[in-house]
């Protein structure tokens, strides 16, 4: 059912002999370039039509009535709500400790940067839609905005055939409980396009945040410049290091979890015990016969981006799992601290056994918006920082300027643009 991967005695870069989902984000942007300029020069008439087109839902309006916000949120499971609520709870304290404050340094005496830190004016959020509902998507995407300063945002989702046409009541009650009215039921690359260009009700927006399929991350590729992204995301993974103090039932509970979420899912498993691996693997058998979404976990499992990847130690798998630079990291191991703390490359990590990414997912009050495909080598996920732009103010006076000034005109001179130098000069009566 899955793959075996045995990297012991190699040594060198091991990203080439990992597994990957394989994503071509290039062809799929210039699929949807032609619906992004339908939407651009069309707006919401071609938003209709691409709705009908895509999703087989007719529209007659793309924004969420709020009255029919208001009755999702009347019909919600109250344990749903309450968890929701607890959800929103976590999430927001942990993101309010992300708020960055304007700090002044004084720089020589009257000459002094400030950085000062300014959100974002308008976002668009995207919630997906399809094999599965996501309103913990909601609250990811809306509580670090909020957090931020953002002063308007808007939601948007999939419509669903099956709810007249608008997003899952789920999606629409987590918007209710996080007070976002402007909604949407607009999903795909179309729906990045709406808030890149703005289209009917709906104004443009400054940047798009929030997962979605390929389609969603080629619009981003698209786009990015006319609209600010977050990333680029992609099928969704989870990497596990363990050693033989770990729980094999864990592991392969873990690993279905996430391949539960679709048929490109990643499962990857790091270790260097192959009795694990072993039990691992038998222990996968029994859960995927037993799981709801069986099919779809078994086909995850099996796909070319999963696998079980043999090391030598502990040592070897921390440098595979620093290579595979995963979305969500485990680390069950003996002294799981100790080993976490040194993984350099994960979008979260999730450290022993009573940690799993499903917390995560919903309740631990850490952000589940995650790079994706190795970027977490190089970028973090959703936070409060997302929504914010540090920008220096630079205040000098007469003598402060006068003081620097031949520095500055050396450099100018240095650099062919004496115009820069003339430009001081001009201020402090320098040649």
């Known amino acids: 059912m899955i793959s075996r991967i045995d990297l012991r005695g190699t040594q ?23 619906l992004c300029e339908d939407v651009r020069h069309r707006g919401v008439e071609a938003l209709v039509e691409l709705t009908e087109r895509f999703d087989g839902v007719g529209l007659t309006d793309i924004r969420v009535p709020k009255d029919a916000i208001e009755a999702a949120l009347d019909d919600l499971d109250p344990a749903v709500r309450a968890a929701l609520e607890e959800s929103i709870r976590r999430a927001r304290a942990v993101h309010r400790d992300q708020r960055r404050t304007d700090h002044t340094t004084r720089v020589v005496p009257g000459g002094t940067v400030t950085e000062k830190w300014i959100p974002v004016d308008r976002v668009g959020l995207y919630v997906p839609g399809g094999r599965a509902v996501y309103p913990s998507s909601v609250v990811m995407n809306v509580v670090p905005a909020q957090e931020a300063g953002v002063r308007s945002l808007a939601v948007t989702s999939p419509p669903q055939s099956a709810f007249g046409g608008l997003p899952h009541p789920t999606i629409l009650a987590a918007c209710a409980l996080l007070g976002v009215d402007e909604v949407y039921a607009v999903g795909g690359a179309q ?38 992204i977050d990333a680029e995301a992609g099928p969704t993974e989870i990497a596990i290091l363990a050693d033989a103090a770990a729980n094999p039932d864990y592991v392969a509970a873990d690993l279905v979890s996430q391949a539960e979420h679709d048929v490109v899912a990643a499962s ?70 100790e080993w976490a703390a040194r993984v350099r490359n994960a979008g979260a990590i999730f450290v022993g056994d009573f940690s799993p990414v499903s917390l995560g997912d919903y309740a631990a009050g850490s952000n589940h918006v995650l790079p994706t495909g190795g970027c977490a080598c190089h970028s973090g996920g959703l936070s409060v920082q997302t929504f914010l732009r540090g920008v220096h103010v630079v205040e000098y006076d007469r003598e402060a300027l006068t003081d620097v000034a031949h520095h500055v005109i050396a450099l100018a001179n240095a650099e062919d643009l004496p115009a820069h130098g003339e430009a001081v000069a001009a201020r402090t009566d320098q040649a």
Not at 198 to 227: H, Q
Not at 284 to 302: F, M, N, P, Q
């Open 12 to 34: 060198g870069d091991p990203r080439q002999a990992l597994p990957r989902a394989e994503l071509d984000v290039a062809a799929a942007a210039e699929r949807v370039r032609p």
């Open 191 to 228: 729906a990045v396009a709406m808030f890149a260009y703005g289209a009917g009700p709906c104004e443009r927006a400054d940047m798009v945040t929030g997962p979605g399929n390929i389609w969603v991350a080629a619009a981003k590729r698209l786009l990015k410049g006319v609209i600010g």
């Open 268 to 337: 990857v498993l790091v270790t260097p015990d192959e009795a694990l691996a072993e039990a691992v693997t038998d222990r996968l058998a029994a859960r995927v016969a037993a799981t709801k979404h069986g099919d779809r976990v078994r086909e995850a499992l099996s796909g070319p981006q999963s696998g079980i990847v043999l090391v030598d130690d502990l040592d070897h798998g921390l440098a595979v799992v620093n290579a595979y630079a995963a979305e969500h990291l485990e680390v069950m191991t003996a002294d799981a601290a």
